[in-house]
Nanobody
């Protein structure tokens, strides 16, 4: 079983920055072998893809809405994935969830179905 715990959310003004972290643990889970993703869900909306990073950090992919503003990275020694968010906009307001891919040695995906473990989420609120 995999445990994913997000942190770093909060209230920020438009144009500001936040850095989210997601710490992974699990007796049989090998973090360094799984792609990780960030998704977000705003009130009344479906969960949507934000960013993903491959198992070895060699590939990253972003939603068009965050490209150029957000950066996903990972530290396999710390079993942690990060999401650096710059130039935040009110429309970025949502609960942000991290997720671990179902498959090992995976390069990442925008599809929710490819992720089997999810964190509880951290709230990000951007004021105008």
């Amino acid at each position: 079983q995999v445990q994913l715990v997000e942190s770093g959310g909060g209230l920020v003004q438009a144009g500001g920055s936040l850095r989210l972290s997601c710490a992974a643990s699990g007796r049989t889970f090998i973090f360094s072998r799984h792609a990780m993703g960030w998704f977000r869900q705003a009130p009344g909306k479906e969960r949507e893809f934000v960013a993903t990073i491959g198992w070895n950090g060699g590939s990253t992919f972003y939603a068009d809405s965050v490209k150029g503003r957000f950066t996903i990275s990972r530290d396999n020694a710390k079993n942690t994935v990060y999401l650096q968010m710059n130039s935040l906009k009110p429309e970025d307001t949502a609960v942000y969830h991290c997720a671990a891919s179902r498959r090992a040695l995976f390069s990442g995906s925008y599809s929710i179905a490819d992720y089997g473990s999810w964190g509880q989420g951290t709230q990000v609120t951007v004021s105008s």
